[in-house]
């Protein structure tokens, strides 16, 4: 009576350790049955599963921040680029030489096309503001906005305004533009004058 009392006190213990590492607690109770103080010994050792998915959720977590910094990063450099190569083109102008004649660009893409033509002027104020690509509505392209680790843009800021009433995009969604430092809420960008509803 007394053996089987101890295989029984093994295997509950078992159990109740295993179901603490987030193992089957069953199964686990039939080991401590059987195998008594050699099935303790083995769920003592064991790794503990839940420990395990948090650590690997914790990874991906980091992983799906540092990929969103790495494409934020890229496309804060792909408008710093675009921007010199504006003004370049401006200085090109008021200069009146072509230094793209060689074929030089700067690094990291083609020349931007039809910025200037020979017999247009850069007006003061143009040559000292960021390059925006206009939309077929009037609206310029240079907003990007951020959902669930994703980004998108650019698009015009009537967009994301239409995004949000139509409940495509959430009211807490993170943008960026050219100028701004960081991405940040859209409730907290008065450039947009975007109502968002408490």
């Known amino acids: ?11 509950v213990v078992c159990a109740i350790i295993a179901h603490s590492k987030g193992r089957s ?6 080991v401590g049955l059987l195998l008594g103080l050699i099935g303790l010994i083995i769920v003592l050792v064991i790794s503990n599963v839940r420990e395990e998915e948090a650590r690997q959720q914790s990874i991906e977590q980091e992983n799906r921040r540092l990929r969103e910094q790495i494409r934020q990063e890229q496309i804060k450099a792909e408008a710093f680029r675009t921007h010199a190569q504006y003004r370049l ?11 793209r004649a060689d074929g030089r660009v700067l690094e990291g ?5 039809g910025l200037l033509q020979s017999n247009e002027t850069v007006p003061p104020a143009a040559a000292s503001a960021p390059l925006s690509v ?8 240079d907003w990007y906005y951020a959902v669930d680790a994703q980004t998108f843009g650019p698009v015009a800021a009537g967009k ?3 995004l949000l009433r139509d409940k495509m995009i959430p ?8 100028g ?3 991405w940040s809420p859209i409730e907290q960008v008065p450039q947009l004058n975007i109502p968002v509803n408490p």
């Open 1 to 11: 009576m007394l053996p089987l009392i101890v295989c029984l006190i093994m295997g």
């Open 25 to 30: 607690a069953i199964g686990w109770f039939f």
């Open 89 to 99: 083109d401006a200085h090109d102008q008021k200069l009146g030489i072509d230094t």
């Open 109 to 113: 893409g083609a020349p931007v096309s």
């Open 134 to 141: 206009t939309s077929a509505e009037g609206g310029t392209l």
């Open 160 to 162: 994301i305004a239409q």
């Open 171 to 178: 009211e807490t969604v993170m943008v960026w533009t050219q």
């Open 180 to 182: 701004m430092a960081n």
